[in-house]
């Protein structure tokens, strides 16, 4: 196992578009959890999924922007018209309990 | 619900000199607490950890943590510092309940040569 994948690690796309990133977690993990960071900050909590149940969801994540995770397995989230506001950088992570998360290397989105 | 402050956003120290950053955390019952660090461009690796018993805390690369429940504080402290030290270091606290993690803001470490 590689750890948390996430791809693309790039995404530049014009401000209206819609795009989509792919989180693929530990296969043992059962939670996965999305996180956005932007420059000189913190992660900050998106969403999380308990298998394949989206459990809590963040007021920061508009209604812009879904998450899915089909199967329990991969996740994807995605953001329809994008904003430039929405450049930043989208962590996925997961874990199988009170162990702390392994995190992938991010999508950095980059709107213009 | 959780929440975490670095009062430090940057921190400046000499190569070989000690270093203390300073992490406070608001939750209403005994958290799970973590020290990450991010290199530029890089991801975030996982430095250390508290979940129960010992309060001082032993991670990778010579660092430590000291959980003080009088104080809500996990300060993350290292005797000698190196120049590959230098990243972006975060705190964060940890809800049993469901493992979502809070992160404070960040403090970033600068090393004088």
């Known amino acids: 196992d590689t750890g948390v994948s996430q791809n693309p690690r790039h995404k530049i796309t014009k401000r209206g578009q819609n795009v989509t990133f792919r989180c693929d977690p530990i296969?043992?993990?059962?939670?996965l959890y999305w996180y956005r960071q932007t420059l000189g900050q913190g992660p900050e909590f998106l969403t999380y999924f308990q298998n394949e149940a989206q459990l809590e969801k963040s007021r920061l994540l508009s209604d812009r922007f879904s998450a899915e995770r089909p199967k329990g397995s991969f996740s994807t989230l995605e953001i329809q018209r994008t904003e430039q506001g929405d450049s930043a950088m989208y962590l996925c992570?997961?874990?199988?309990?009170?162990?702390?998360?392994?995190f992938g290397s991010g999508t950095r989105l980059t709107v213009v | 619900a959780q929440s975490v402050t670095q009062p430090d956003i940057h921190i400046t120290v000499s190569e070989g000199a000690s270093l203390e950053l300073r992490c406070n955390y608001s939750?209403?019952?005994?958290?799970?607490l973590f020290w990450y660090v991010q290199s530029p461009g890089q991801g975030l690796q996982l430095l250390l950890k508290?979940?129960?018993?010992?309060?001082l805390v032993q991670g990778i690369k010579g660092f430590e943590a000291e959980f003080k429940r009088s104080q809500s504080s996990f300060n993350l402290r290292k005797p000698s510092v190196h120049w590959s030290d230098a990243a972006e270091y975060f705190c964060a606290v940890g809800n049993p309940r469901d493992d979502k993690i809070i992160f404070g803001k960040g403090t970033r470490l600068h090393i004088l040569p």
């Open positions: 939750y209403g019952a005994t958290p799970y």
């Open positions: 992570a997961s874990t199988s309990g009170a162990q702390g998360y392994t």
């Open positions: 508290y979940f129960s018993g010992d309060t």
């Open positions: 296969s043992e993990h059962n939670r």
